[in-house]
């Protein structure tokens, strides 16, 4: 029979057998004989059946029937992997595979991590066959992402980091960035279709993608210059699929704290529930959300330094908020990210689906501030109170609430700590892995100064600047709370401050100004004045390019050093006229909020009607 009929057939008879013979019999009479049958001829016929079987049978079968017999012949099988055995492993780990999306996240670490060390075997003893290895590196990275970042670098990463090391004994990076075969190795050679130039890129670039690239060039320094450059010579041809199951990833037993939910799940957990797990968002055809529109745009980091010239494109849509979005923050490796709305809520996106992923609903005031902490496996919201909730395991961590409601927050550089801000113009920098404020400033005159409305921090340098709605800028040295300078920058409310260059600081308002001041050491050099048409509420740099949205339309400009004097880039006026966001309901949508993935060269747009546009 052809693959097809046999699927066909499958599918058929295994979706019914259970509902028919009940659980006990289908495991004693079908499920026992198929797994038998793993170790015998043609394997890969078995492997989709005993899939359908465990969907129909549930994670306490599987526990129970299925993965302690899969590891067992994982391990009976991987001594004969260069004397036929290839094909019962390769099946097996299909199988293993095909089950995480099935079972919990704690379930898959005790039972594949903790208890067993056969994956581990087979890894750091690879059999000379790219098709096990292949299968292996990619169990691997499924289980990374349904465990989490936290427990992948705990428990994964020490052994990954040893088969990634391997990869020096058999490529080595020249001066002009070429990755080549280093000379023949003896009995060394024929594992070079182990560590093949496919398996190392693959390998490197989904747990950059979950991890990220800092923690990997940490864990390897010796190496990661050399994987990096593996990774640029493939094309991202494997992707982390959502999970099917109704368990969301990376969740646990843990008991609830916060309230999460999905689209899909809502009506099956209602009020009864702190959590709604996430459905999978719809299948993507092939027109403006298709999995790959980012493949198309993909630049290569040497080009971040250009001017950044906009066309003016949206090549995507993310849409599910009720509410304008206010704020907004992406993920380094540029996977995800993070939005806070007007209608209270925070949720999390995938990069490469229109549909968000999580949505924390805890707060009770609209989402002032969102960032990623612990290299996104938390977020700090800010919205009337400060959320720090764990991502992975769909907890909040940690609660900070006042009688003055916080306006603003700011990650610092070390990642423990965050900077928040209340209309009483305290600052408190909460210690978010001791879970409590470590300690607070005020900054008295709120009268005189106005409230505080956004905060910003020194790229280089100790000082941190605050904006308030009286247009007034006041900065501080951040290891004392001592004022440095106080001086009225705008007529309007200041809604943005950003740090540019190794000295300046922009400003932006609403009245329709934006500037970019030098902040010497002495009184604050204005450098640039920028006139837009419509009140200035979004603002972002990347390096020396900045983006402003004023109302509903974006600009850009590259301003060059701020110690240098400014590259010639044009007049006094920023020009926002001629790319306007459409409302998905009527007229122009203005835009709140702005992000920038610099890989992509691609911004998000937070937008007043709801939704988050991919701009080129």
Request: charged share 15%.
């Amino acid at each position: 029979n052809t693959d097809n009929q046999i699927a066909y057939l499958s599918s058929l008879l295994m979706s019914n057998i259970p509902d028919v013979l009940g659980e006990v019999l289908t495991v004693k009479y079908v499920l026992h004989p198929l797994l038998l049958q793993l170790s015998k001829t043609h394997p890969e016929y078995i492997v989709e059946v005993l899939l359908i079987l465990a969907k129909k049978l549930g994670e306490k079968v599987i526990l129970e029937h299925y993965l302690g017999q899969l590891l067992q012949l994982l391990q009976k099988h991987s001594s004969k992997a260069t004397k036929g055995g290839e094909e019962v492993l390769i099946s097996v780990l299909q199988v293993i595979k095909g089950l995480l999306d099935e079972i919990s996240p704690s379930a898959i670490l005790q039972q594949l991590i903790l208890d067993s060390n056969v994956l581990f075997v087979l890894l750091l003893n690879p059999s000379p066959h790219s098709s096990l290895i292949k299968i292996l590196i990619q169990t691997f990275i499924y289980i990374s992402y349904r465990i989490g970042s936290i427990d992948t670098c705990a428990h994964i990463l020490p052994y990954i980091k040893q088969f990634l090391h391997n990869y020096s004994d058999f490529f080595e990076l020249l001066e002009d960035g070429t990755v080549v075969p280093t000379r023949e190795q003896g009995s060394h050679e024929a594992l070079r279709s182990v560590y093949s130039l496919e398996i190392g890129a693959m390998l490197y670039d989904q747990l950059c993608s979950l991890v990220s690239n800092r923690l990997l060039r940490n864990e390897i320094p010796k190496h990661w210059k050399l994987l990096e450059a593996i990774v640029k010579t493939q094309p991202k041809s494997f992707q982390i699929p959502l999970s099917r199951s109704s368990t969301p990833p990376g969740s646990s037993s843990m008991p609830a704290s916060g309230s999460f939910s999905s689209s899909s799940s809502l009506s099956s957990f209602g009020s009864l529930s702190s959590f709604a797990s996430l459905g999978s968002p719809p299948a993507l055809g092939s027109g403006k959300h298709a999995d790959d529109w980012l493949t198309a745009i993909s630049k290569s980091e040497g080009e971040s330094n250009r001017s950044w010239n906009l066309e003016g494109k949206v090549l995507n849509i993310f849409s599910g908020n009720q509410g304008g979005i206010r704020c907004m923050d992406a993920l380094s490796n540029e996977s995800l990210f993070v939005t806070g709305s007007k209608d209270c809520t925070v949720k999390i996106w995938n990069i490469h689906h229109p549909q968000a992923k999580l949505s924390y609903n805890e707060h009770t005031s609209g989402v002032t501030g969102v960032h990623f902490i612990f290299n996104g496996t938390s977020v700090a919201s800010c919205g009337g109170s400060v959320h720090i909730w764990d991502t992975e395991r769909k907890v909040r961590t940690f609660l900070l609430s006042s009688d003055v409601s916080f306006t603003s927050m700011l990650p610092t550089k070390e990642d423990r700590i965050i900077v928040v801000a209340n209309l009483e113009n305290t600052l408190s920098f909460l210690d978010v892995s001791m879970g409590k404020p470590v300690y607070e400033w005020y900054l008295p005159g709120a009268a005189l100064y106005g409230s505080c409305k956004c905060i910003a921090t020194a790229n280089n340098g100790n000082w941190m600047a605050i904006g308030t709605n009286t247009g007034d800028i006041v900065t501080f040295d951040k290891r004392t709370g001592y004022i440095l300078e106080m001086w009225k920058a705008h007529e309007g409310p200041i809604t943005q401050l950003k740090s540019f260059g190794s000295n300046g600081l922009i400003s932006t308002s609403m009245d329709r100004m934006m500037c970019l001041w030098k902040m010497n050491g002495n009184v604050p050099t204005c450098m640039r004045r920028v006139r837009a048409t419509d009140p200035i509420e979004a603002c972002n740099v990347y390096k020396q390019n900045v983006f402003v949205g004023g109302g509903p339309k974006i600009g850009s400009a590259n301003f060059g050093d701020v110690d240098d004097g400014f590259s010639e880039t044009g007049g006094d006026v920023f020009n926002l006229n001629g790319i306007i966001m459409q409302s998905r309901r009527k007229g122009p949508s203005p835009i709140k909020a702005l992000s920038v993935l610099p890989y992509y060269r691609v911004l998000l747009l937070g937008c007043d009607d709801g939704t988050v546009r991919a701009l080129v």
